[in-house]
Nanobody
Framework: QVQLVESGGGLVQPGGSLRLSCAAS????????MSWYRQTPGKERELVAY????????NYADSVKGRFTISRDNAKNTVYLQMDSLKPEDTAVYYC?????????WGQGTQVTVSS
């Protein structure tokens, strides 16, 4: 079974940094594109970052370009989201995501709170 487990969230001051990790299992990770989404109560879940199976190609939401970096280590079955220059509006639950066999799979989410 597909499992995605996020970690690394927490409380940080504006301008600070966090690095999120997503540990994947139950599928061939190296063949799968991966994504990070985030969601705030009352808002739709939004795509934050995307990375191809090899890690060569990436895409980001306009709101995080230049501040966030998605990466992956296929030997460790892990995808990362490095978040720098954090803003209060980045506060959300962040979710790891993969599509396998025409189905969406999500991690449990990790809370990121940016506040002074």
């Amino acid at each position: 079974q597909v499992q995605l487990v996020e970690s690394g969230g927490g409380l940080v001051q504006p301008g600070g940094s966090l690095r999120l990790s997503c540990a994947a299992s139950g599928f061939i990770f190296s063949n799968s594109a991966m994504s990070w989404y985030r969601q705030t109560p009352g808002k739709e879940r939004e795509l934050v970052a995307y990375i191809t199976s090899t890690g060569v190609g990436t895409n980001y939401a306009d709101s995080v370009k230049g501040r966030f970096t998605i990466s992956r280590d296929n030997a460790k079955n892990t995808v990362y989201l490095q978040m720098d220059s954090l803003k209060p509006e980045d506060t959300a639950v962040y979710y790891c995501h993969v599509v396998r066999a025409w189905r969406d799979y999500w991690g449990q989410g990790t809370q990121v709170t940016v506040s002074s």
